[in-house]
């Protein structure tokens, strides 16, 4: 498990984005309010309907369920996950692989996930405190490719091996140049 958090793969913010996670120092709606309950109320800002606690924020508030299933579909489609890897789905989505497994790219998944957890929490963080509605999917989408070109970028040599093998996001044209197919 902190092996995903030391690599040097990762998108620095969605690194403090897991390391909060992992060690509970999110602030979530409840806890602000016991805080200050005039500033802060306990529901969610994103959806209005349920108290807010970080499993809710991350895992099953209804408006991320849906940016959280199309992950889920975009791993499916191009980096070959099959039903059998979401049978601890809430456990993959919320600390990732913390091993290897064949056939499947498990440090690019991890570095992917780690950005929709990132995405969500900044959504959540525009939405309690400037309440201002993100596009998840576009804010994911960007960080992505922009992290995948600085990976490019830094890992050359090695690039190709370990970050599209067994994946289907992204390609070297035959200049080198990264193009993204999503
Ligand atoms: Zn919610």
């Not at 191009?78 to 498990?106: E, M, V």
């Not at 922009?146 to 050359?156: E, W």
């Amino acid at each position: 498990m902190c092996k995903n958090i030391n690599s040097p793969y990762a998108h620095s913010f969605a690194n403090n984005t897991d390391f909060k996670i992992r060690h509970r120092q999110i602030f979530s709606g409840i806890i602000l309010h016991q805080m200050n309950s005039v500033s802060y109320e306990r529901v969610c800002t994103v959806c209005n309907k349920n108290d807010e606690t970080l499993e809710h924020i991350f895992l099953t508030c209804p408006i991320c369920e849906v940016f959280i299933a199309r992950v889920q579909n975009l791993l499916t489609d191009n980096c070959k996950l099959s039903s059998k890897d979401f049978t601890d789905w809430d456990w993959t989505w919320l600390f990732g692989f913390s091993h290897k497994k064949g056939g499947i790219n498990t440090t690019l998944i991890n570095i992917l996930l780690s950005i929709a957890r990132h995405t969500i929490f900044i959504a959540r963080n525009y939405a309690l405190f400037e309440d201002v509605q993100i596009n998840r999917w576009l804010f994911f989408t960007s960080m992505v490719k922009s992290h995948l070109r600085l990976l490019k970028d830094a890992f050359k040599a090695t690039f190709q091996e370990t970050f599209l093998a067994n994946s289907s996001l992204c390609e070297l044209d035959q200049s080198g140049e990264l193009m993204l197919l999503f």
